[in-house]
């Protein structure tokens, strides 16, 4: 079975920066699957950060657009999220996530949100602080 572990995140104060990675296992390739990025703050729904497909097409939420960078490490089967200028609005769990079609495209990718993913890791927390 797919097995999603993220790292990385940790304490960092307005304007900061910080690479999450999420390590994908159990034979699942992550450059053939649609994979996102969420992030859920206390008291709030779960949301889409990121979304990026099997030829590295990104789509990101408008709170983060210039500020955060999806990149895939295919021989490692490790995704990133590249985060700098940090807000406190940014605190939150982030999580990975996978969707379990294979060789979709954006298509696909772009219209799937929290349901749409089969495969999520346990998160790994960022606070920023004012």
Known sequence: ????????????????????????????????????????????????VAVIDKDNNVIYSDLVKGRFTVSKDNAENILHLQMIDLKPEDTGMYYCA???????????????????FATWGRGTQVTVAS
């Open 1 to 48: 079975q797919v097995h999603l572990e993220e790292s990385g995140g940790g304490s960092v104060q307005a304007g900061g920066s910080l690479t999450l990675s999420c390590v994908v296992d159990g034979y699942f390739y992550s450059r053939d699957h649609c994979m996102g990025w969420f992030r859920q703050a206390p008291g709030k729904e779960r949301e889409r």
């Open 98 to 116: 996978a969707d379990a079609a294979r060789l979709a495209g954006m298509d696909r990718c772009a219209n799937l949100g929290l349901p749409g």
